[in-house]
């Protein structure tokens, strides 16, 4: 536990100083979230159609339906709410007034 802790400040500090590995860690979470969600919101949906008990997990079908669709489009809607703001960063320094001659705007 105390190695997860100091592992994501150690990650944390990392990304504040080079924001480009921040990015490129976002992205690969980005492509495991909307994969893994796709995967349980998948098997939320065959829990729904199966006419058996799937036995997965030693839990019921409706326990795996609920499973599956909550924890999919949880994922999900995280890994597109992650691609958006990585490509929707700004940029740390204004641009300085003498570059274009005006006064930046907001």
Do not use: H, Q
């Not at 802790?5 to 500090?13: A, D, S």
């Not at 159609?49 to 326990?63: A, C």
């Not at 609920?66 to 999919?72: P, Q, V, Y």
């Not at 994922?75 to 007034?97: D, H, Q, V, Y």
């Amino acid at each position: 536990m105390v190695l997860m802790v100091v592992g994501l400040m150690g990650l944390l500090t990392l990304c504040y100083c080079k924001p480009d590995v921040c990015l490129f860690l976002a992205r690969i979470f980005v492509v495991l979230a909307i994969g893994g969600g796709v995967g349980w919101f998948i098997l939320g949906l065959v829990a729904f159609m199966s006419r058996e008990e799937l036995n997965l997990f030693d839990v019921s079908n409706n326990v795996l339906m609920g499973i599956g669709w909550g924890l999919g489009a949880g994922l999900i809607i995280s890994g597109i709410l992650a691609l958006i703001l990585s490509f929707t960063r700004s940029n740390r320094n204004p641009p300085s007034l003498s570059d274009s001659g005006r006064t930046p705007t907001p």
